[in-house]
């Protein structure tokens, strides 16, 4: 069985924190989280957390042995933009896009 986690509207945009889901992609779970916590990027530890709630989900919900878990599909998806604008010269104005994310994880029980 799948069990999914998904944060939403993370401060960070997609294209920061995919090269850190490559990483992890098709690990065991409690393998990646010992992976993003040696890793020197600060988003690692938003993964990480993403991961944790996974496993917690297919703990309580599913009774799924947390040791016995896989990612089996973990990535990141563009969020909502915040859209400024900065005044630039000759009164025009320049576009500030404060990109966001969403993080989805979806783990399952390793076959035998």
Same mark, same amino acid.
């Given at each position: 069985?799948?069990? #999914?986690? %998904? $944060?939403?509207?993370?401060g %960070?945009?997609?294209? #920061?924190?995919?090269p850190?889901?490559?990483?992890? +992609?098709?690990?065991?779970? /409690? &393998?990646? $989280?010992?992976m993003? #916590?040696?890793?020197?990027?600060p @988003?690692?530890?938003? %993964?990480?957390? $993403?991961? @944790?709630s996974?496993?917690?989900n297919?703990? =309580?919900?599913? &009774?799924?042995?947390?040791?016995?878990?896989?990612?089996?599909? !973990?990535?990141?998806?563009?969020?909502r933009?915040?859209? +400024?604008?900065?005044?630039k010269?000759? /009164? +025009?104005? /320049?576009?500030?896009?404060?990109?966001?994310? =969403? !993080?989805?994880v979806v $783990?399952?029980? &390793?076959?035998?």
């Amino acid at each position: 069985m799948k069990v #999914k986690a %998904v $944060v939403k509207d993370t401060g %960070v945009s997609a294209r #920061k924190i995919r090269p850190i889901l490559n990483n992890v +992609r098709g690990k065991s779970a /409690g &393998q990646a $989280v010992e992976m993003l #916590k040696f890793m020197p990027s600060p @988003h690692a530890r938003l %993964v990480a957390r $993403v991961i @944790h709630s996974a496993m917690a989900n297919a703990e =309580h919900n599913y &009774q799924m042995e947390p040791a016995e878990l896989k990612i089996v599909t !973990i990535y990141a998806d563009d969020g909502r933009m915040m859209k +400024r604008f900065k005044a630039k010269s000759r /009164g +025009r104005a /320049g576009a500030i896009l404060k990109r966001s994310s =969403h !993080i989805t994880v979806v $783990v399952s029980e &390793q076959e035998a």
